[in-house]
């Protein structure tokens, strides 16, 4: 029998349901973008794997006097016949006797400087001595594409109706969605091993606001030592470690994305809880060092592997009958991938001393 115009259909429910979810976890990755103040991800097309450049070196500030010995790693892809080449221990540099083309990657070469000067201690008529910046292209990897597919039955179907078992199933793993990109939020914090690291001194251990005070003064150190002036610094601590202050603290608290964030805490401001952060730490690192990246739903789609999804590609939806279990299928798939540019500007602070 033929549809009646402008009946609901079921697939005009799943549409909208779909519709809905996908607006709210978005709404929700909208505010915490907009409290953080992070950019909203790049989206990663086909076959991209992702990057990070990561740029050394900094302006040189001396006066080199007509003579001066210095070394650099040579540029040589062979031995040079006659030409000495050298290896450096600690600040030594050594005479190779017989060079090895093997070892030629390890090897210096010796420049004798005609005289050059830059910044405070530039000489008047000087040559500006170069300074020089590396850029270092280094694999993050590919952007997370996570799918989960459950069923609502036929019997779910008769016990609650389509539109109740349905809807209750989306909204259960729609919660258990967004838990999981909380969680792969703060689990890149405890992956780091580049991670900047502030603790007390050996046999004696901080409190919890000599925590918060000693991060953040190790993260701007850090940030002033590489001339980064970007003090809009995010916090994560262990809900645990916090909640004992709590109830004497001029603070507010609300919930960002599934995530308890304090406004003002000890001084300091953007602070998350979680339970996924050790106990007794703490992490901070500026807003502008994370990144966020998705993926591109359009080229899965070519496929005709077609997801709901609402232009943001951050999650997607699709929906299918399974008559051989009797069931119809939810699609879901999410691909949020958070990581830091820079692993030197996330400082790890513990209460007690890391050896």
């Not at 991209?48 to 900094?58: A, D, H, I, P």
């Not at 019997?155 to 078992?165: E, T």
């Not at 304090?262 to 809880?273: P, S, T």
Request: aromatic share 12%.
């Amino acid at each position: 029998m033929a549809i009646t115009p402008n009946t609901i259909t079921s697939q005009n429910t799943i549409n909208a349901t779909f519709s809905e979810y996908i607006s709210k976890y978005q709404e929700d990755y909208d505010r915490f973008e907009e409290m953080v103040g992070t950019f909203p991800p790049v989206v990663a097309k086909a076959g991209e794997q992702l990057f990070k450049y990561v740029v050394t070196g900094e302006l040189t500030d001396q006066a080199i006097d007509p003579g001066t010995v210095f070394y650099q790693k040579t540029k040589d892809t062979d031995i040079v016949t006659g030409k000495k080449y050298y290896t450096k221990s600690g600040d030594t540099y050594s005479e190779v006797a017989s060079p090895a083309k093997a070892d030629l990657k390890n090897y210096y070469v010796a420049l004798v400087s005609a005289g050059s000067s830059a910044g405070r201690t530039y000489v008047e008529g000087d040559e500006v001595s170069l300074s020089e910046f590396k850029l270092d292209k280094v694999l993050i990897g590919e952007t997370n594409f996570f799918p989960y597919r459950w069923r609502v039955t036929a019997q779910a179907l008769q016990r609650g109706g389509f539109r109740n078992a349905f809807g209750r199933f989306v909204d259960q793993g729609y919660k258990q969605l967004r838990a999981d990109t909380v969680s792969d939020i703060f689990n890149w914090i405890n992956l780091f091993t580049n991670a900047t690291v502030a603790s007390p001194a050996s046999g004696s251990t901080w409190n919890l606001q000599q925590l918060v005070a000693h991060s953040e003064e190790t993260l701007l150190n850090t940030l002033e030592t590489h001339r980064e002036n970007d003090t809009d610094i995010i916090h994560f601590m262990n809900r645990s470690d916090v909640y004992n202050h709590l109830a004497d603290a001029d603070i507010t608290m609300q919930t960002l994305f599934g995530m308890t964030y304090l406004e003002r805490f000890l001084g300091v401001d953007k602070v998350f809880l979680s339970n996924r952060i050790t106990p007794g730490t703490m992490v901070a690192t500026p807003v502008s060092n994370l990144k966020s990246y998705c993926v591109d739903f359009g080229e899965i789609a070519q496929a005709g592997i077609e997801y709901q999804t609402d232009g943001s590609n951050l999650i997607g939806f699709a929906y299918s009958v399974a008559m051989d279990h009797v069931s119809a299928e939810v699609h879901a798939v999410r691909t949020l991938t958070i990581t830091p540019e820079k692993e030197a500007f996330v400082v790890r602070g513990s209460m007690t001393h890391v050896a």
